[in-house]
T-cell receptor, first 109, second 114 residues
């Protein structure tokens, strides 16, 4: 079993749709959690951190469930510019980060 | 100017050649990392360094070595390149600490081993 597993996707949605991505992690001692965005073979960039209390940034909402070892990302009112690969990242207690394989989103007109 | 730079950006080489990929940063971060990414997969950690005197193996270090020449420079070497090392390589940096510390990535080096 992989340490970090994501929905395989791809997700193809129309503009304006709401889409949710899920991620599970296996190490219960994991310390911090992130969603990164990666555009077509470019470098990943931080989209948002995922706190225990959950957090929201505009159209994006991230949730963490430590008991179930589960992270989610919700995108509301999808835009064409949201098309990208979304990487779930889990940081362990040794300071190393483990990346999921990513979920690809394509938003269509 | 980019905060994290990688050279070269693209490289084609032959099996058995020694290759060095270089990473420099102007962010003043202590921690530096090397990852590789294969098509359809996430990033896998090759080596990481928490300061100049600290070098650690990641999950896929076989066939690779690194050198932390200074706080700002972290090089990755492929001692004898083989075709399955064809991949996109990313360098990253972060501040110290176990908390919510963002990693900042370089633009990547696309390496092809023939």
């Amino acid at each position: 079993r992989k340490e970090v597993e994501q929905d395989p996707g791809p997700f193809n949605v129309p503009e304006g749709a709401t889409v949710a991505f899920n991620c599970t992690y296996s190490n219960s001692a994991s310390q911090s959690f992130f969603w990164y965005r990666q555009d077509c073979r470019k470098e990943p960039k931080l989209l948002m951190s995922v706190y225990s209390s959950g957090n929201e940034d505009g159209r994006f909402t991230a949730q963490l469930n430590r008991a179930s070892q589960y992270i989610s990302l919700l995108i509301r009112d999808s835009k064409l510019s949201d098309s990208a690969t979304y990487l779930c990242v889990v940081k362990g207690n040794a300071g190393k980060s483990t990346f999921g394989d990513g979920t690809t989103l394509t938003v269509k007109p | 100017d980019a905060d994290v730079t990688q050279t070269p950006r693209n490289r084609i080489t032959k099996t058995g050649k020694r290759i060095m990929l270089e990473c420099s940063q102007t962010k003043g971060h202590d921690r530096m990392y090397w990852y590789r990414q294969d098509p359809g997969l996430g990033l896998r950690l090759i080596y990481y360094s928490f300061d100049v005197k600290d070098i650690n193996k990641g999950e896929i270090s076989d066939g690779y070595s690194v050198s932390r020449q200074a706080q700002a420079k972290f090089s990755l070497s492929l001692e004898s390149a083989i075709p399955n090392q064809t991949a996109l390589y990313f360098c990253a940096t972060s501040v110290s600490g176990l908390g919510y510390n963002e990693q900042f990535f370089g633009p990547g080096t696309r390496l092809t081993v023939l």
